[in-house]
């Protein structure tokens, strides 16, 4: 298992460019259209941000073809030990992974492929000190979570399946890690008890949303649209980043979607 810190060091990166057809994304509840500039303004903020954290960004072209390709978490899975090419459990996301793979073959030694049957998204999996978590959800069967938990073991990796909240579309839609030892998580999945043995930072009522922040290495981003998380954040002592997420939230979508982390292994 990693070291505790490198749950959130990351040093590499991989985003893509949103599309013309993210106006078309995929979404549980229609509040319109995101305005397609203003998801690239977002994208182009959040690539700033990662790079002033200390992130080589590898920027992929935008993919006319598959209007969620800008959320690059859900077709795979990636580690400093190897990738993992996942199955994405909404039929127009399916072919995600194949536009993805010959980048992840020319960036990482050890390329697995996700074992059929079964879907898995990147979105319903959360890496801990102690584990990777592995989230049940609309997109994420009992298969795939199962074809997932052997790709992790072959990648030294223990994995540990657990349900979703019904009502959010990914596990960590719901949560993200704030450090080695806590979680920022909505009362509603810190309830289910997933998370013994972390310490839990709840997100006050009402800004459910601001749960799927990111910690990369000394700065954790949080949605720039619940003033309430970002003061109970900084009150705690972390160095918050805050970053628009207004259009991209319109397509279900938050910080963590936009890019696949990892931690270089050294030679
Ligand atoms: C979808 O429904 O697949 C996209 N509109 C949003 C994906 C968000 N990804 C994530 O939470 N990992």
């Not at 490198?6 to 985003?15: L, M, N, P, Q």
């Not at 008890?193 to 459910?208: D, I, K, S, T």
């Amino acid at each position: 298992m990693p070291l505790a810190g490198e749950v959130y060091a990351f040093d590499a990166a991989i985003v893509r460019e949103p599309s013309a057809a993210v106006v078309r994304g995929l979404r549980a509840n229609d509040r319109g259209d995101p305005d397609f500039e203003g998801v690239k303004a977002q994208h182009a903020a959040y690539v700033a941000a990662l790079r002033a954290a200390g992130v080589e960004v590898t920027v992929l072209p935008a993919l006319e073809a598959f209007a969620d390709s800008v959320f690059v978490e859900d077709p795979a899975l990636v580690f400093g030990e190897g990738a993992i090419l996942l199955r994405p459990g909404a039929p127009s996301r399916a072919g995600e992974a194949a536009e993805l793979a010959p980048a992840l073959r020319r960036m990482f030694g050890t390329v697995l492929e996700l074992p059929a049957p079964g879907f898995a998204d990147g979105g319903d999996v959360l890496t801990t000190a102690k584990s990777v978590m592995i989230g049940l959800s609309a997109r994420t069967d009992r298969a795939g979570a199962e074809g997932l938990a052997a790709c992790l073991g072959k990648l030294g990796r223990k994995a540990e399946i657990f349900a979703t909240p019904a009502d959010v579309l990914h596990f960590k839609s719901a949560c993200s890690l704030l450090d080695a030892e806590s979680v920022l998580v909505t009362a509603g999945l810190a309830r289910s008890g997933v998370f013994a043995g972390l310490r839990q930072v709840l997100v006050p009522e009402g800004e459910e949303a601001a749960a799927n922040a990111l910690r990369v290495n000394d700065v954790v981003m949080v949605s720039a649209g619940y003033p309430r998380t970002i003061g109970m954040l900084d009150k705690l002592g972390y160095n918050v980043v805050a970053l628009e997420t207004s259009e991209v939230e319109k397509i279900d979508a938050g910080l963590s979607c936009m890019s696949l982390r990892w931690r270089r292994k050294g030679p």
